[in-house]
Nanobody, 120 residues
Framework: QVQLEESGGGLVQAGGSLRLSCEAS????????MGWYRQAPGKSLDLVAE???????NFADSVKGRFTISRDDSKNAVYLQMNSLKPEDTAVYYC??????????????WGEGTLVTVSS
């Protein structure tokens, strides 16, 4: 089984920074995709940032220039550095990984979510 453990959420003032971490553990053969999503109160789950094929990254327009995504493959980890935070960034943030097992199966795995609250 695979588990994703997130950390790094919390309360921060507008203009501040937070760094989210997500580390996968368990039986992992390959990690084919990594990304971060968020869900604000009363809203849908939206992509924030992700690694796409070839190591390129993709960001939601609302976070471009403020957020960066990075990874440490030796730790099966993905990170989200969030700078210049705004109250509208308040949401539960979820990491997602696309993981291949030794049986050949590929599945999406999600973290449990970490709350980020940005006060004005």
């Amino acid at each position: 089984q695979v588990q994703l453990e997130e950390s790094g959420g919390g309360l921060v003032q507008a203009g501040g920074s937070l760094r989210l971490s997500c580390e996968a553990s368990g039986t992992i053969r390959t990690i084919n995709g990594m990304g971060w999503y968020r869900q604000a109160p009363g809203k849908s789950l939206d992509l924030v940032a992700e690694f796409i094929s070839g190591g390129s990254t993709n960001f939601a327009d609302s976070v471009k220039g403020r957020f960066t995504i990075s990874r440490d493959d030796s730790k099966n980890a993905v990170y989200l550095q969030m700078n210049s935070l705004k109250p509208e960034d308040t949401a539960v943030y979820y990491c997602k990984m696309v993981i291949g097992s030794w049986s050949g199966a590929v599945a999406n795995y999600w973290g449990e979510g970490t709350l980020v609250t940005v006060s004005s």
